[in-house]
């Protein structure tokens, strides 16, 4: 059972990990904190992370182009810089689009 | 980094957990995330980011081949949007 209706959290993951592993709440907690450590660790240091059956975490470096303030239309360039994008693997596109 | 990798890294962090506690740990997480999306809800992880689903309308497309037109049924796709901190972490200076 989630605990706010819509939106699973971090605190949602680790109660599953308590339920079905027995593992001490701090401990579900820790592991959810680990896995996304090690997560954001191999992006921060540019590396992709790819997870079979689930998807890929891309890293993509944009080059400078031309912005506006979209409130002023002041023309301001926006720098280069790195981005991260998801990309779901086919069973997971599979699942959300026949929402199995 | 993939899956095996981060089993490896997890393991090491943790030398009390058997090899497969660790895998199922590893499991659960991805499977709740996958699971939310395939109901076409949301997940946020505050610092990493937060994935949902978007609704694609039917539209007319086109075999690139051929340039026939095919009808594309409506559905639902995966959308992920990256946290502040992540972003922030992506671009140092």
């Given at each position: 059972?989630?605990?706010?209706?819509?939106?699973?959290?971090?605190?949602?993951?680790?109660?599953?990990i308590?339920?079905?592993?027995?593992?001490?709440?701090?401990?579900?907690?820790?592991l959810v904190?680990s896995i996304?450590?090690h997560m954001?660790?191999?992006?921060?240091?540019?590396?992709?992370?790819?997870i079979s059956g689930f998807?890929?975490?891309?890293?993509?470096?944009?080059?400078?182009?031309?912005?506006?303030?979209?409130?002023?239309?002041?023309?301001?360039?926006?720098?280069?810089?790195?981005?991260?994008?998801?990309?779901?693997?086919?069973?997971?596109?599979?699942?959300?689009?026949?929402?199995? | 980094?993939?899956r095996s990798?981060l089993l490896q890294k997890l393991a090491?962090?943790?030398?009390?957990?058997?090899a497969?506690e660790v895998e199922q740990v590893v499991d659960i997480f991805f499977e709740?995330?996958?699971?939310?999306?395939?109901?076409?809800?949301?997940?946020?992880?505050?610092?990493?980011?937060?994935?949902?689903?978007?609704?694609?309308?039917?539209?007319?497309?086109?075999?690139?081949?051929?340039?026939?037109?095919?009808?594309?049924?409506?559905?639902?796709?995966?959308?992920?949007?990256?946290?502040?901190?992540?972003?922030?972490?992506?671009?140092?200076?």
């Amino acid at each position: 059972m989630s605990r706010s209706a819509g939106t699973l959290t971090r605190a949602d993951l680790a109660e599953t990990i308590n339920r079905k592993l027995g593992f001490s709440r701090a401990e579900s907690l820790a592991l959810v904190e680990s896995i996304l450590a090690h997560m954001c660790d191999s992006l921060k240091d540019g590396e992709n992370v790819k997870i079979s059956g689930f998807g890929s975490f891309v890293l993509r470096d944009k080059k400078e182009r031309v912005g506006r303030n979209p409130k002023t239309g002041v023309e301001v360039p926006i720098t280069p810089r790195r981005v991260m994008t998801f990309r779901a693997s086919q069973t997971l596109r599979d699942r959300i689009a026949d929402g199995s | 980094m993939i899956r095996s990798e981060l089993l490896q890294k997890l393991a090491q962090d943790n030398p009390e957990l058997r090899a497969q506690e660790v895998e199922q740990v590893v499991d659960i997480f991805f499977e709740e995330i996958a699971q939310r999306l395939a109901e076409g809800g949301r997940i946020e992880l505050r610092g990493f980011g937060a994935f949902s689903t978007r609704e694609r309308e039917a539209r007319t497309g086109r075999n690139p081949r051929t340039g026939e037109a095919v009808d594309v049924p409506a559905k639902r796709v995966p959308y992920f949007k990256p946290g502040k901190e992540m972003r922030n972490a992506l671009n140092p200076d």
